[in-house]
């Protein structure tokens, strides 16, 4: 059983769920979530910086460059698979959990990769293990909300479950910080703490395998949702990609930002970044808890989703004239509240104009998951060319970043299916 049971009802037969789920079922999503973005973005936000200097400090920008972008392009093809093999697998363990667990142990072993990493390629495959493990798990932990949420219930548990990103990147950097003395435990830690994360919530999951299965989807598919036939989709798709466009040149350069442009040292980035993880984490919680509850009691995503895109423009907008570490942190408590209301509002919006929901939610969650993943592969290849091309100018970088959150406010304007 499952809070007040909709798991017995999708144990069966995968059925659209109408019982609303308890705390306990949420309690154990959320933990799930926390400890998976704590093992995936610490490194993101300090350790792979860290790293990328230590091993190679003349080729720092262009080595993270490389490494983010082709661990980005891993996790584009891993979301959908994962996803697809998710919604086919037929288990006693059931249809998730397998790949919950499974994703979070592979990912022990690509942080331990990445810490125990002596050369640029090493620390290159190492994340890109990491990106293939828990994208695997991210695929499972999104199907979740299509399984087992009903549709009345789904901003509430999309913006709960929304605080889990920045509370795990403020307790990821933090013990990023505490362990400083070792560059193995910074890692690995979190790592163990998404492993146990991940078993709690497969233990709260029925255990009965489906008896209605998907039909194998062509590999052309498993990437593509067709726009023109699911055009809400389509856009929803759309605001999501340029709206992470600009999240993902905030959180891989902020670092790099410090360092070249505000003129603070790599020893002091730790302290910087939780710092400002911090104060981003916080507007992040308060907004997306509230935009995702009043969006359910209101029945309307549209709007709040569009105010989100333009708060984090002008966040970005701030970054980009910053002049000290003050400005900065007014920036990023902005990026904070407009990131944690649009994660919130539009997970739930994305779930309700989802297409073959029933057979194929993981596959196609994986399929909008490409809207997270994507600019983490393209914006380092764009940012590279910006920062050489303009000698590091990161005003320009930010400037480009808040252009692509404003045209994603745009975007959401043409989903007509849903207010």
């Given at each position: 059983?499952?809070?007040?049971g909709?798991?017995?009802?999708?144990?069966?037969?995968?059925?659209?769920?109408?019982?609303?789920?308890?705390w306990?079922?949420?309690?154990?999503?959320?933990?799930?979530?926390?400890?998976?973005?704590?093992?995936?973005?610490?490194?993101?936000?300090?350790?792979?910086?860290?790293?990328?200097e230590?091993?190679?400090?003349?080729?720092?920008?262009?080595?993270?460059?490389?490494?983010?972008?082709?661990?980005?392009?891993?996790?584009?093809?891993?979301?959908?698979?994962?996803?697809?093999?998710?919604?086919?697998?037929r288990?006693?363990?059931?249809?998730?959990?397998?790949?919950?667990?499974?994703?979070?142990?592979?990912?022990?072993?690509g942080?331990?990769?990445?810490?125990?990493?002596?050369?640029?390629?090493?620390?290159?495959?190492?994340?890109?293990?990491?990106?293939l493990?828990?994208n695997?798990?991210?695929?499972?932990?999104?199907?979740?909300?299509?399984?087992?949420?009903?549709?009345?219930?789904?901003?509430?548990?999309?913006?709960?479950?929304?605080v889990?990103?920045?509370?795990?990147?403020?307790?990821?950097?933090f013990?990023?910080?505490?362990?400083?003395?070792?560059?193995?435990?910074?890692?690995?830690v979190?790592?163990l703490?998404?492993l146990a994360?991940?078993?709690?919530?497969?233990?709260?999951?029925?255990?009965?395998?489906?008896?209605?299965?998907?039909?194998?989807?062509?590999?052309?598919?498993?990437?593509?949702?067709?726009?023109?036939?699911?055009?809400?989709?389509?856009?929803?798709w759309?605001?999501?990609?340029?709206?992470?466009?600009?999240?993902?040149?905030?959180?891989?350069?902020?670092?790099?930002?410090?360092?070249q442009?505000?003129?603070?040292?790599?020893?002091?980035?730790?302290?910087?970044?939780?710092?400002?993880?911090?104060v981003?984490?916080?507007?992040?919680?308060?907004?997306?808890?509230?935009?995702g509850?009043?969006?359910?009691?209101?029945?309307?995503?549209?709007?709040?989703?569009?105010?989100?895109?333009?708060?984090?423009?002008?966040?970005?907008?701030?970054?980009?004239?910053?002049?000290?570490?003050?400005?900065?942190?007014?920036?990023?408590?902005?990026?904070?509240?407009?990131?944690?209301?649009?994660?919130?509002?539009?997970?739930?919006?994305?779930?309700?104009v989802?297409p073959?929901?029933?057979?194929?939610?993981?596959?196609?969650?994986g399929?909008?998951?490409?809207?997270?993943?994507?600019?983490?592969?393209?914006?380092?290849?764009?940012?590279?060319?910006?920062?050489?091309?303009?000698?590091?100018?990161?005003?320009?970088?930010?400037?480009?970043?808040?252009?692509?959150?404003?045209?994603?406010?745009?975007?959401i304007?043409?989903?007509?299916?849903?207010?």
């Amino acid at each position: 059983m499952i809070g007040t049971g909709p798991g017995t009802l999708l144990a069966g037969r995968n059925i659209t769920p109408v019982q609303r789920v308890g705390w306990s079922f949420i309690a154990a999503y959320v933990i799930a979530y926390l400890g998976m973005w704590m093992a995936l973005l610490s490194p993101i936000l300090v350790g792979l910086t860290r790293r990328t200097e230590h091993i190679d400090a003349a080729h720092a920008t262009a080595n993270l460059s490389l490494i983010l972008g082709l661990g980005a392009l891993v996790a584009l093809v891993a979301n959908p698979v994962f996803g697809h093999l998710s919604d086919l697998t037929r288990s006693r363990y059931g249809t998730r959990g397998l790949w919950l667990t499974g994703g979070a142990a592979a990912g022990v072993l690509g942080l331990t990769l990445v810490a125990l990493a002596q050369t640029t390629l090493q620390l290159l495959l190492g994340w890109c293990l990491t990106q293939l493990a828990f994208n695997a798990e991210i695929a499972a932990l999104a199907a979740l909300l299509a399984d087992h949420v009903p549709r009345q219930q789904r901003g509430t548990v999309s913006g709960i479950t929304s605080v889990s990103l920045p509370v795990g990147m403020v307790l990821g950097t933090f013990l990023v910080q505490a362990l400083d003395t070792s560059v193995l435990a910074s890692f690995v830690v979190p790592a163990l703490i998404a492993l146990a994360g991940a078993t709690v919530l497969a233990l709260r999951l029925p255990r009965a395998a489906r008896t209605q299965r998907p039909a194998r989807t062509p590999l052309r598919h498993i990437f593509w949702l067709s726009p023109r036939h699911f055009p809400d989709f389509g856009w929803t798709w759309c605001s999501r990609f340029l709206m992470f466009s600009g999240v993902a040149v905030l959180m891989a350069y902020q670092g790099l930002y410090l360092i070249q442009q505000l003129g603070y040292t790599a020893d002091q980035l730790p302290r910087l970044i939780f710092l400002a993880t911090l104060v981003q984490a916080t507007s992040h919680a308060i907004i997306g808890l509230a935009g995702g509850w009043l969006s359910d009691r209101l029945q309307r995503s549209r709007v709040f989703i569009i105010a989100a895109a333009l708060i984090y423009c002008a966040a970005l907008l701030v970054i980009a004239f910053a002049t000290s570490y003050g400005a900065f942190l007014l920036g990023v408590g902005l990026a904070g509240a407009g990131q944690g209301l649009y994660v919130a509002v539009t997970r739930s919006l994305a779930v309700n104009v989802l297409p073959e929901r029933e057979l194929h939610a993981a596959k196609n969650l994986g399929i909008f998951n490409i809207a997270d993943t994507s600019p983490q592969f393209l914006m380092p290849a764009l940012a590279s060319a910006i920062l050489l091309l303009s000698v590091a100018n990161y005003t320009l970088l930010f400037v480009v970043a808040a252009t692509a959150t404003a045209l994603s406010a745009m975007a959401i304007r043409r989903v007509t299916g849903v207010h």
